[in-house]
């Protein structure tokens, strides 16, 4: 299954064996997020996955109070982007904080990646979501 395209939809089949994977320039190693097929640095097309640690740091997030119909039961929860510590940035929830006190969420913390299964997708098929937590938190 790593040596698939580097499709969104590649990466939500590597998501669901628990795998963070973005997409490397197999010409100048750069990496993507989202996964693409041709490289935002040197144009070529050329793509590999590459699995990540899912070591980060909050680069910024907000709170969702009013969510869309599919998460709305979820509301409010709270949404990072993460800048991992290979390099590339990604949004997903952040799981472990209190929404409620968005004080407390200090951008520059350390977090670590973590899957959530979820069933609210229009296929009823159990996936997994990515969502972070802050490192020094024990679940
Ligand atoms: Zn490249």
Redesign the pocket.
């Known amino acids: 299954m790593m040596s698939s395209e580097t499709t969104v939809q590649n990466y939500q089949v590597l998501l669901n064996e628990k795998k963070l994977c973005v997409a490397e320039?197999t010409?100048?190693h750069?990496l993507m997020f989202p996964p693409r097929l041709h490289?935002i640095?040197?144009y070529?097309r050329g793509t590999k996955w590459k699995e990540l640690s899912g070591r980060g740091k909050i680069r910024s997030f907000t709170v969702i109070h009013i969510a869309s119909s599919t998460h709305a039961e979820d509301a409010p929860f709270v949404v990072a982007i993460v800048g991992l510590k290979e390099g590339p940035s990604v949004t997903a929830r952040l799981v472990g904080v209190d929404p409620e006190k968005p004080e407390d969420i200090k951008i520059g913390t350390s977090v670590v990646a973590d899957f959530e299964e979820v069933t609210n997708n229009s296929s009823d098929q159990p996936i997994m979501r990515l969502v972070f937590h802050p490192y020094l938190v024990h679940k």
């Open positions: 320039c010409s100048c750069t490289c640095s040197c070529k």
